[in-house]
């Protein structure tokens, strides 16, 4: 048997994965994983990371209630 991993066995992968979930989504879900690495790092850079950036600091509570109401404003108007 020959090597599993040659550039020919990575194409044929590729294009069998594009074909599956199409280009769209698989832009969507590369923007996303961006995103998350993002976060990820300013989140391992500490509270300093997110200062200056003119976000306040709110706590938990205050944050999901926003949320949930912008989820809810949402859903009434798509029914």
């Known amino acids: 048997m020959g090597d599993l991993f040659t550039i020919q066995h990575l194409l044929l992968i590729l294009l069998i994965v594009v074909l599956v979930f199409g280009t769209k989504k698989l832009r969507n879900i590369g923007a996303d994983l961006g995103g998350a690495v993002k976060s990820f790092k300013e989140g391992m850079a500490g509270n300093g990371a997110t200062e200056g950036k003119g ?11 926003a949320t949930n109401v912008e989820v809810k404003s949402q859903e009434k108007t798509h029914s």
Do not use: S, Y
Request: hydrophobic share 20%; glycine share 0%.
């Open 55 to 65: 976000e306040e600091k709110k706590p938990l509570e205050e944050k999901t209630v």
